[in-house]
Nanobody, 128 residues
């Protein structure tokens, strides 16, 4: 069964940057739908960015467009989330996720409904 482990969270000042990593084992990220989600205190989980393997679509949440970038290092089976121009609104636990089920859904479906494999999360706190 696929295992996902996030790292790279921490405390960062407003306007700063952070890069989250998600190391995968027992599965190949290159063959999966992947994404990052977050959950802020007292709020529902939010899809930050998703890439659908079904149709190649990518969706970023409006709140992070132009600031966050997802990438996948297929050689090392690691997924990254580069986060720039951070604000206090970005404070949350961030989760990487993946889905290997054969479906026809685009990225928006996964960002709205989640995926079937999840990491345990890493906390990002944006504060001065």
């Amino acid at each position: 069964q696929l295992q996902l482990v996030e790292s790279g969270g921490g405390l960062v000042q407003p306007g700063g940057s952070l890069r989250l990593s998600c190391a995968a084992s027992r599965g190949n990220l290159d063959t999966l739908t992947v994404g990052w989600f977050r959950q802020a205190p007292g709020k529902e989980r939010e899809g930050v960015v998703c890439i659908s393997k079904n149709d190649g679509s990518t969706l970023y949440a409006d709140s992070v467009k132009g600031r966050f970038t997802i990438s996948v290092d297929t050689a090392n089976n690691i997924m990254y989330l580069q986060m720039n121009s951070l604000t206090s609104e970005d404070t949350a636990v961030y989760y990487c996720a993946a889905d290997g089920r054969r479906r026809t859904y685009s990225a928006d479906y996964y960002c709205n409904n989640g995926m079937d494999y999840w990491g345990k999360g890493t906390l990002v706190t944006v504060s001065s």
